[in-house]
């Protein structure tokens, strides 16, 4: 069996969902499983609902009513039928929607969260599986939830990989053409979990491990895997081939191709990851799997912007000593700031950190405490796997170098622009 995922961007409208429907006659449907993401920026427009329901803003009813119009516009473009039962199945989705938001009770933000977000995905695999139907390809529409289990970390799920592993194994039809939704389970109650924001690649690589799948395919609107964001970078590069292993360092790094979570289930299991295009599908793409580490060989660049440098030294000129970093690292934690890199000397210790929910002043009064705080705000952190003396001075070039970190395969540099 092979399982493709097919995500927001390749289902935003109704020439998206004939596309995918193109792509699957090119490329075969037999024996296939699909994933199928939110519809565009569906999964964020539901975040503004949820929010609205929350602060029981006035905005809440124009945020679902968005959302609807949306729906409904891809519904019109792609049936001419009023009377098509899709209307009918969209329109009670819509409506337990409705329903679960005049009902709840639950105070718990990351619940709500996860039964509201759900109907995303839930919507874009109805109106995908209808328009395959109509447009002559048979499939089975398949709820994801009754399929992948997880524990009740709500927004970020754990997955029960042996209950997964045995619904898995008995109800998936092989042979046909199945349809199924990324990003979602369901806990022991049956209420509807999500794996984290950009989970569907995650799915299918759940999907894959539980089948024993030939391939995974993530369909996208570049050609593959690239050396380089070419927002960043001119000449950025396809690479045909990478391992699992170097796929896993581009992803620590911040490369944001393909969900961290995906590579383990499948290096595991030897299954290639195939990246391609949804818009030249026939194209080779980018293989994943066991083999050259990258092909072709070239420097690979990462690029995270707004980021923090923060150097801590000792007040009394004492050294800082390993219950210093572990306690700062206890600190950072608990703030949930992420560190991306590290570098020590005898009396001061620095970190390039992201600070994705704005917690650094209050820790930075923490830390004043105890040490001498320095930082630099809204810098730019480049990391160059496979570097090469011209890829570093390109990257250095008209810029001021803050911090340099060099090991064998990995060039960091924290920079100013
Ligand atoms: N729709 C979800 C999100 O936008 C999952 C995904 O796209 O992979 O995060
Ligand atoms: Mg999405």
Redesign the pocket.
């Known amino acids: 069996m092979r399982i493709f995922k097919f995500?927001?961007a390749s289902v935003k409208d109704a020439d998206g969902i004939k596309n995918v429907f193109s792509v699957l006659e090119k490329v075969g449907h037999e024996d296939t499983l699909l994933v199928i993401?939110?519809m565009g920026k569906?999964?964020?427009a539901l975040e503004v609902v949820i929010k609205n329901y929350f602060e029981k803003s006035n905005e809440l009813h124009s945020s679902l009513q968005e959302v609807k119009k949306y729906h409904y516009q891809i519904l019109m473009d792609l049936f001419e039928d009023e009377e098509h039962d899709v209307y009918f199945a969209v329109n009670s989705h819509f409506a337990d929607l409705e329903y679960f938001i005049r009902s709840n009770k639950s105070p718990n933000y990351n619940f709500v969260y996860d039964q509201v977000v759900s109907y995303?995905?839930i919507l874009s695999t109805t109106i995908v599986s209808y328009y395959f139907a109509q447009a002559g390809l048979k499939n089975n529409w398949i709820d994801v939830r009754n399929f992948i289990k997880t524990d009740n970390t709500y927004r970020d799920a754990n997955v029960d990989w042996e209950k997964t592993q045995q619904l898995i194994s008995k109800g998936i039809k092989k042979k046909s053409l199945n349809i199924t939704q990324?990003?979602l389970g369901s806990d022991e109650n049956n209420f509807t979990t999500t794996l984290g924001?950009?989970?569907?690649?995650y799915t299918a690589a759940i999907f894959a491990y539980c089948l024993s799948a030939e391939s995974v395919t993530i369909w996208k609107d570049v050609p593959g895997v690239l050396n380089a964001d070419p927002r960043y970078f001119d000449n950025a590069v396809l690479l045909n081939q990478i391992s699992y292993r170097e796929a896993i360092e581009l992803a620590f790094y911040g490369a944001s191709v393909i969900?961290p979570k995906t590579l383990q289930p499948l290096q595991k299991k030897e299954i290639p990851l195939f990246v391609k295009s949804f818009v030249n599908p026939l194209l080779p793409g980018t293989s994943v799997s066991k083999g050259k580490d990258l092909e072709p060989q070239s420097p690979c660049f990462i690029v995270k912007k707004n980021q923090l440098l923060i150097s801590l030294s000792s007040i009394d000129f004492s050294f800082i000593m390993e219950e210093n970093i572990s306690e700062i690292f206890a600190l950072l934690h608990q703030y949930k700031i992420k560190v991306s890199l590290i570098q020590n000397s005898a009396i001061s210790f620095s970190v390039c950190v992201e600070d994705k929910f704005g917690n650094f002043n209050e820790l930075k009064s923490i830390l004043a405490k105890k040490f001498k705080v320095a930082y630099n705000e809204n810098v730019s952190l480049y990391t160059i796997r496979h570097f090469t003396k011209e890829a570093a001075e390109m990257v250095e070039k008209d810029k001021t170098v803050l911090l340099k970190q060099i090991s064998r395969e990995t060039m960091q540099v924290v920079t100013k622009e």
Do not use: C, I, L, M
């Open positions: 995500g927001g993401s939110a569906t999964t964020n995303g995905e990324g990003f924001r950009e989970g569907s690649d969900h």
